[in-house]
């Protein structure tokens, strides 16, 4: 449950967060990626998310302790490869 609550206050605190803004919106978290969350603990608002919600949720998971577990890493490398955060390395 903590684990929950601080993904979604890091979520609601998304202007302290880096954002990368896209002209084009992202496509919605793939439903393997939010089973695999919901089974983690990792609190991810139901229904779509905003380019800057994805970003703020991408930035909490690095910087939690969270940012371990494999589906974090799944929902870091799935965004990375989407907006090239690592410059095409995967």
Do not use: F, K
């Not at 979604?8 to 002209?23: D, F, N």
């Not at 603990?41 to 800057?52: E, Q, T």
């Not at 690095?62 to 989407?82: K, N, P, Q």
């Amino acid at each position: 449950m903590t684990r929950a609550i601080m993904v979604c206050a890091a979520l609601i605190a998304s202007g302290c967060a880096h954002t990368v803004y896209r002209a084009t919106p992202l496509p919605d978290l793939p439903s393997p990626l939010r089973e695999c969350a919901a089974r983690e603990g990792i609190g991810i608002p139901n229904g779509p998310l905003s380019n800057s919600q994805t970003a703020a949720l991408v930035a909490a998971l690095r910087l939690s302790e969270l940012s371990g577990l494999s589906c974090a890493e799944r929902i870091v490398a799935w965004y990375d490869r989407l907006t090239g955060a690592n410059g095409g390395d995967d």
